[in-house]
């Protein structure tokens, strides 16, 4: 088994010791900082993603294999050269004013960082002028709002409506999600796309950004 197969079943079993060690023995032999984090460490959540969705892991899982390979990034990402992390697409993430749940959207946070992107976790309770505000800041190219609350949804319509304001709405892309959120849902306030699970995050995330 390769170095990279080796680093992918470890992160797929969520084993972050195994990573920390292989994804150190790469560094230390010079391999190139985007190879590990494409052919190893995302290698190993593209394992999870289909087993996920079939119903084969569950969330508990899947929090193991984003931990050990948020333990692989973490190595890794600093090594990173400049021109590389201008190729990094930038994504703000956040629950909306009035809710205070986040285990789906951390769980968002660490799969979306596992496909490559460059991730500002804004946290709970964020309001319109928030979001706003941070994608201005980072200058991010997709804003992923979450709610777990049938009575906070419509903050995610305010936040649409002010990017409108602020003449940044063409500028960025809004996926929302969340158990009350649809795509009926989404294409009523406007948004971009309707993510049903982290997976379905990472994959549309990608698919528009390509």
Do not use: W
């Not at 972050?16 to 292989?22: D, I, N, Q, T, Y």
């Not at 903050?155 to 929302?176: H, P």
């Amino acid at each position: 088994m390769s170095d990279f197969a080796q680093l992918a079943q470890a992160v797929f079993k969520g084993n972050a010791e195994s990573v920390k060690g292989l994804t150190q023995t790469m560094i230390d032999a010079g391999v190139a900082p985007l190879e590990i984090i494409s052919q190893g460490l995302v290698a190993g959540m593209d394992i999870v993603s289909p087993k996920f969705k079939a119903g084969e892991m569950y969330v508990p899982e899947v929090m193991m294999s984003a931990r050990a390979l948020g333990e692989g990034m973490k190595m890794v990402k600093p090594l990173i050269a400049n021109s590389d992390v201008a190729a990094i697409k930038t994504i703000v993430v956040g629950t909306v004013a009035g809710d205070l749940h986040d285990i789906g959207k951390n769980l968002v946070v660490m799969i979306l960082e596992s496909g490559g992107f460059n991730v500002i976790d804004l946290g709970v309770d964020i309001s319109p002028a928030k979001f706003v505000e941070a994608v201005k800041e980072h200058n991010a190219q997709i804003l992923g709002m979450s709610a777990l609350l049938t009575t906070t949804m419509l903050s995610m319509k305010d936040t649409i409506d002010l990017l409108k304001e602020e003449g940044l709405r063409d500028k960025v892309k809004v996926l929302v999600g969340g158990a009350p959120v649809s795509k009926n849902f989404a294409d009523e306030i406007g948004a971009d796309a309707y993510c049903a699970d982290a997976m379905a995050a990472k994959d549309t995330a990608a698919s528009i950004l390509n």
